[in-house]
């Protein structure tokens, strides 16, 4: 299992990940559905912070890559802004729908953090909303220490918020 970055010639492979959260009601990649080059061309506009709104931090896209599929996506932010910092973090992260609870969603994480290491970003921000048991299981499985709580104004929740390093 490895991390693969976004590319052309993974389409087959996307589009077929893609439908999988789609099937499941998660509407997430549905504009790669309907434009997978389009698709692939903004995320490599945003690892290279192109068009970016002002005070945006540019993202690196990984997939999570096994005999030739693909698991699952994950957003690895370059830097920190105080809205990130509060909610949003460092990294995002999602797991196929039919491929979860099999220890891809740690196994995902663990490997973006030595992506994020190799970048120089030593200290790495996750936050989740306190419902989500799924991801504050990846995130302490992956040695997130709970730093603060607060109220996510994505989902009304209360968040937490985790350094990992
Ligand atoms: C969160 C998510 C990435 C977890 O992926 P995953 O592949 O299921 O994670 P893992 O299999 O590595 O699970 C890690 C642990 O969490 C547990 N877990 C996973 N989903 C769970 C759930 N819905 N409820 C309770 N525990 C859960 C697993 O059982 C495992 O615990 P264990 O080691 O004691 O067995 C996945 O559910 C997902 O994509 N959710 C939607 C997107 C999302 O919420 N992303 C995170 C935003 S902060």
Same mark, same amino acid.
């Given at each position: 299992m490895h991390?693969v970055?976004?590319?052309a010639h993974?389409?087959?492979a996307?589009?077929?990940l893609a ?8 509407l997430r990649?549905?504009s790669?559905?309907?434009?997978f080059?389009?698709y692939v061309r ?12 002002h005070? #945006?931090?540019?993202?690196? +896209? %990984? #997939?999570l890559? =096994? $005999?030739g599929?693909l698991?699952?996506c ?6 920190? =802004?105080p809205?990130?910092e509060?909610?949003g ?5 999602? !797991?196929?729908?039919s491929m979860?609870?099999?220890?891809h969603? +740690? +196994?995902?994480l663990?490997? !973006?953090?030595?992506?994020?290491r190799?970048l ?7 936050t989740?909303?306190d419902?989500? %048991?799924?991801?504050i299981r ?6 997130? !220490?709970l730093a603060d709580m607060? !109220?996510?104004?994505?989902?009304? $929740?209360?968040?937490r918020?985790?350094w990992?390093?």
């Amino acid at each position: 299992m490895h991390l693969v970055t976004p590319a052309a010639h993974r389409r087959a492979a996307f589009l077929e990940l893609a439908a999988d959260y789609e099937a499941a009601g998660e509407l997430r990649y549905a504009s790669a559905l309907q434009d997978f080059d389009a698709y692939v061309r903004r995320l490599e506009a945003g690892r290279r912070g192109d068009g970016l709104p002002h005070g #945006w931090i540019p993202e690196a +896209t %990984f #997939w999570l890559a =096994s $005999k030739g599929a693909l698991l699952g996506c994950a957003r690895l932010r370059l830097g920190l =802004s105080p809205q990130l910092e509060y909610e949003g973090g460092h990294i995002g992260y999602d !797991v196929r729908p039919s491929m979860r609870r099999r220890g891809h969603g +740690t +196994t995902l994480l663990r490997l !973006v953090l030595i992506e994020a290491r190799a970048l120089a970003i030593e200290r790495v921000r996750i936050t989740c909303d306190d419902d989500n %048991f799924g991801s504050i299981r990846v995130i302490e499985r992956n040695g997130g !220490v709970l730093a603060d709580m607060g !109220v996510s104004e994505a989902s009304g $929740k209360p968040l937490r918020q985790y350094w990992i390093g």
